[in-house]
């Protein structure tokens, strides 16, 4: 699937033509939003993971 990247549109919110959103990653906000939703609540998963089974 190849991300949506459009640095000269303005949203960070894209519409898809089968419904949903899609993440404008020509913009840095998008970036951030990946982060903060996806990479940092999954590391504090492995990290309590392995704290657990330790």
Do not use: C, E, Q
Request: a positive charge.
């Amino acid at each position: 699937m190849a991300l949506y990247r459009d640095p000269r549109d303005r949203r960070v919110f894209v519409p898809k033509k089968g419904g949903g959103v899609a993440l404008n990653f020509g913009h840095s906000i998008a970036w951030v939003i990946l982060v903060l939703t996806t990479i940092i609540p999954l590391a504090i998963v492995l990290i309590v993971t392995i704290g657990v089974l330790t």
